[in-house]
């Protein structure tokens, strides 16, 4: 028995650095994001502030996106270099690098894996990704690369902290794609929680129509313009919940793919960076001659003078590389050693933090509303991953065992 506790305790201090990792750098994250969008561009001085114009380029946040997500194959090339020193100095051995000097969150996931036999045999038997297998990493790309264009330009339209509320709706697509096309049964009690999820998010949706965000111009002055309809909060509602369709596909491809190959966490963010910076730099001359001329958050002469002519948005824009290069990194580090649904779980649980640091800076109002919904999103979410029991469900330990391995575990 006393050899079980270090394990366990190690198993649970490694995954509470991937979660807390996760939740920092998630927040930041989306908060950097909207305040690159509040920063004036053009007509700065202009005593009007309706003539004003802000930061609106989605695609240039996507671009920043997948840089940072590039960026970290100088810590996987640094770590491959050290493996060879490791060797040559005839040292493999010892006990490796501490994961915080390595700098990789595949370490820690490396840790849990020795302690857990079962996974270190699974592991083993499973073929690296490499060669033409690594073109693989390009379709959860795709999915990426749509769903964070469509929440950049939804997060313009609404505030941080619906925007992130409503981004918990990926259980729901998680869920329902993973019943789909991973074979997960989801019994009557878990598609009850979908239901809640579905409850709370149109709660939360409905409380940025009726309460829409403080545009820029008005943070200093509170507007009585907040119980009329807003349309463009609508619209972003729209965006922010149709992009989880694809979010959703993200999680279950990857998690498809990192349980057939083995590949680490690190490698893998390197990938989705790399093809995701050929993608979007292929597609950015293609909607700059189709949509440039009407949209100018498809010009990429204007977006190209937004961002690098303005010393707040660049500067932002390295922060939000780094903060996304983290957080995708913890995220699929965790979607490696549990299960894309506990993934999106960890993800939805960010937003409180968020609201807390939206209201703090007064960027939006608070709203009861959206505080329920919340609550009932977050509730359903619970009950659908297993945190929270339904007082009616018999406890069946060996169906509850299996449920909760990472899906597709044993294939």
């Not at 491959?80 to 493999?92: A, D, G, P, V």
Request: glycine share 6%.
């Amino acid at each position: 028995m006393s050899n079980n506790n270090p394990t366990m305790s190690t198993g649970a201090s490694t995954t509470l650095v991937l979660v807390v990792g996760m939740l920092i750098s998630g927040v930041c994250n989306t908060i950097l994001n909207k305040f690159q969008d509040m920063q004036c561009v053009d007509h700065c001085d202009d005593p009007d502030p309706k003539n004003r114009v802000y930061f609106e380029q989605p695609i240039w946040q996507t671009l920043n996106m997948f840089v940072g997500e590039f960026a970290v194959w100088t810590v996987y090339l640094y770590q491959k270099h050290q493996l060879r020193k490791m060797r040559n100095n005839s040292i493999l051995n010892t006990p490796p690098p501490s994961a915080v000097n390595q700098l990789d969150a595949s370490a820690i996931i490396d840790d849990i894996s020795h302690n857990n036999k079962a996974i270190t045999d699974r592991e083993e038997l499973l073929p690296e990704l490499k060669g033409w297998r690594a073109f693989l990493f390009w379709i959860p790309t795709l999915c990426d690369l749509t769903a964070t264009t469509v929440m950049n330009v939804g997060l313009i339209l609404t505030s941080a902290s619906v925007y992130q509320m409503l981004r918990g709706a990926v259980v729901i697509f998680t869920g329902i794609f993973s019943y789909l096309f991973l074979n997960r049964r989801l019994r009557g009690y878990e598609w009850l929680s979908l239901v809640m999820v579905v409850v709370g998010v149109g709660m939360v949706g409905l409380s940025s129509i009726l309460f829409p965000q403080k545009k820029p111009t008005a943070l200093s002055s509170f507007s009585s313009s907040s119980s009329s309809f807003d349309y463009q909060s609508l619209m972003g509602v729209f965006l922010v919940l149709g992009a989880q369709i694809f979010t959703a596909s993200q999680f279950v491809i990857e998690e498809k793919i990192l349980v057939r190959y083995h590949v680490t966490p690190l490698k893998a963010v390197g990938l989705e960076g790399s093809f995701g910076l050929i993608s979007i730099l292929s597609a950015m001359p293609i909607l700059h001659v189709i949509l440039g001329k009407q949209y100018p958050s498809f010009d990429i002469v204007q977006g190209y003078h937004d961002f690098f002519d303005h010393s707040l948005v660049w500067q932002t824009g390295i922060a939000i590389s780094v903060s996304i290069a983290f957080f995708n990194w913890f995220g699929l580090s965790i979607t490696s050693a549990i299960s894309a649904t506990a993934r999106s779980t960890i993800d939805a649980c960010r937003t409180l933090f968020i609201w807390m640091v939206s209201l703090y800076l007064g960027w939006e109002q608070f709203s009861w509303i959206q505080v329920c919904g919340f609550i009932v999103m977050v509730t359903g979410t619970f009950y659908f991953n297993g945190v929270l029991r339904w007082p009616f469900v018999v406890d069946k330990d060996e169906e509850e065992e299996g449920e909760r391995r990472p899906l597709l575990s044993q294939e």
